[in-house]
């Protein structure tokens, strides 16, 4: 099934936007990917049409991905014609025939071609990944029948059998501007090890190989993403890696999921009150960032220690401290702006279209960057040919005045590519001074207490609407009350003091017990401990799969000496009391009320 004319310009497009939607995108597993086809690439699924965007712009090789589309978006001749020319293959889910189902897919993998697919069904916003649908691993298995030869596709064929390469897309922050993405590409899974089980005679002997090479599937996602079982660890886990990795490109990629999965883990520690507490703590500290409209990447400049060290003094920041912080940042930004000021102009109404689009997606996460990326798409569309024509008119009695104008805009956007990222930080941090200041200087607090009473409402986890058994119903979303941020600063800064200290204390006390934490099997492999319970899964009498993860054990100073040896700036562990040494105060004692 060959790709048309329009599948190179698109995926040129899709690696400018992701490009410049995303400030790092880094790939690792290359060498597990072969150069030549056929394979099927079985994906993560979290971010919506970026996904497809982000595999096609990091694939190995130069392997161009034919996506699986219902079939009814064909009927349209026009848009099925469009399609086509893409390279996407039309699949009628409604047949219970597999040689009909996967006619497109069987035709593109004997001509050595590759498929995407994302075989978690649905694009969602869970902190962890859902159950994987079996379409893959049918597709792999009924494609070695057909070479084979079926009545359905008249007898033989000739090609190689396919393999199935997982790729899991690890987004830092999957709709944030300018935020970092890392994609791992695993050994590829061969359908030798399934295909005699899958051709027997035996009745139910097919199904039980589809199953067994899905369960394989995801196995391996599961070993190159970040799975946490609910929301409050994915947050502990979170705020713990911002606490400790203030730069968040101190922590690099490479590192970034076993860091990150490391953390869940802890986090989803039985049995120990003090990680109980610290996470509570952490959770709190989440929600009053997200209510109030700061980041902790925005306060790294009040000061905590260099290194969490709990023997440290941190003062809560006063009157004083905060103008001058609203001076320093003004004035950071001022000095920038000349240099920026030429394609900030330009760009504004890029960034405004993009902030309209997530506002249009507020109830969906999992859509805000793509409607970021399609909008400011479109509208640059519009605005670089305007810059172009403009510079050509300028340029005209200069010989080839038109390539002169097209270096221009392409200079003109690798400027602003260049020197967007301090800008928008500085300027996020000017956003969080002056919130800061009013939250300081003329403060209108609500109670901690009446903020932990109903923190998720006014922070509500996202809404569960993938994933879910077949009693269940989706989640509806609803929009959280806005609290002025005012209200919340102080709490903001006391609980970050307080989180950081409960933090440094935690691990350090961990490394010097050296006490056990729960690790996914995968890691405590990984890192020389032991593997309680494998990984298992099973479906239900009434159909809904269950995963079980599995169970792993780590040992406590091995995992902090891991965090520290990967740039968390944590303190050495002392033999005194770290929490007498702690102390929180802005010289107001009304202030310390409600902590």
């Not at 309209?356 to 519009?382: P, R, V």
């Amino acid at each position: 099934m060959p790709f048309g004319a329009s599948h190179k310009p698109l995926v040129a497009l899709a690696n400018s936007a992701v490009s410049s939607f995303f400030r790092k995108i880094e790939v690792y597993g290359s060498e597990n990917v072969p150069e030549e086809g056929p394979i099927i690439f079985a994906c993560t699924h979290a971010n919506m049409a970026v996904d497809p965007a982000v595999l096609s712009s990091t694939i190995p090789h130069a392997h161009y991905l034919h996506y699986w589309v219902k079939d009814s978006l064909f009927a349209n001749p026009a848009v099925g014609a469009m399609l086509r020319n893409a390279g996407n293959i039309p699949v009628d889910r409604k047949t219970k025939n597999n040689q009909m189902l996967f006619r497109g897919t069987f035709e593109a993998l004997a001509q050595g071609e590759c498929i995407g697919v994302f075989p978690e069904g649905t694009s969602h916003t869970e902190p962890h990944m859902i159950a994987l649908k079996d379409g893959v691993a049918w597709a792999a298995l009924e494609y070695v029948r057909y070479l084979r030869g079926t009545e359905e596709n008249k007898g033989p064929k000739t090609g190689k059998k396919a393999c199935i390469v997982p790729v899991g897309i690890v987004y830092c922050d999957k709709s944030k501007y300018r935020s970092r993405v890392v994609v791992h590409y695993a050994k590829p899974i061969r359908v030798e090890d399934y295909e005699e089980e899958f051709l027997s005679e035996k009745e139910g002997a097919s199904k039980a190989a589809v199953k067994r090479m899905t369960k394989k599937i995801e196995q391996e996602l599961l070993e190159i993403t970040v799975n946490a079982p609910d929301w409050d660890t994915a947050f502990a886990a979170q705020m713990t890696r911002e606490l400790l990795w203030q730069d968040e490109d101190r922590l690099p990629l490479s590192d970034y999921v076993p860091v990150a999965q490391t953390l869940v883990d802890l986090f989803s520690t039985t049995g120990d009150r003090r990680i109980d507490s610290l996470k509570e703590l952490l959770v709190t500290y989440n929600r009053l960032l997200f209510s109030s409209r700061l980041s902790n990447t925005a306060l790294t400049e009040v000061p905590l220690p260099r290194t969490l060290d709990p023997s440290a003094r941190v003062s809560m920041p006063d009157r004083l401290s905060t103008l001058l912080l609203l001076v320093r940042d003004t004035l950071a930004c001022l000095i920038r702006l000349p240099f920026f000021l030429l394609p900030m102009l330009f760009h504004i109404p890029v960034y405004l279209i993009g902030i309209f689009g997530a506002s249009m997606a507020e109830d969906e996460l999992e859509t805000q960057a793509q409607m970021k990326i399609f909008l400011g798409l479109a509208l640059s569309f519009l605005t670089y040919p305007v810059v172009f024509f403009a510079l050509w008119a300028m340029f005209r009695q200069v010989p080839l005045g038109a390539a002169v104008a097209a270096g221009g805009v392409w200079l003109l956007g690798q400027y602003h590519t260049a020197l967007i990222d301090q800008n928008y930080n500085a300027a996020k941090r000017l956003v969080a001074a002056w919130r800061l200041l009013v939250g300081v200087w003329l403060p209108r607090e609500m109670s901690l207490s009446s903020f932990i009473a109903s923190a998720r409402t006014f922070a509500p986890d996202p809404p569960a609407v993938a994933g879910l058994g077949p009693n269940q119903k989706p989640e509806r979303y609803v929009r959280p009350p806005r609290v002025p941020s005012r209200a919340l600063v102080r709490h903001v800064l006391r609980v970050r003091i307080d989180a950081a200290r409960a933090l440094a204390a935690a691990l350090l006390e961990l490394e010097a017990a050296d006490a056990p934490v729960d690790a996914s099997p995968w890691l405590a492999r990984q890192f020389g401990g032991d593997i309680l319970d494998p990984p298992s899964h099973a479906d239900t009498p009434d159909g809904t799969h269950v995963e079980h993860k599995g169970k792993g054990r780590r040992s406590g100073k091995e995992v902090v000496n891991y965090l520290r040896t990967r740039g968390a700036r944590l303190g050495q562990a002392a033999g005194t009391d770290s929490d007498a040494h702690w102390a929180a105060s802005s010289g107001d004692e009304e202030d310390r009320k409600d902590i």
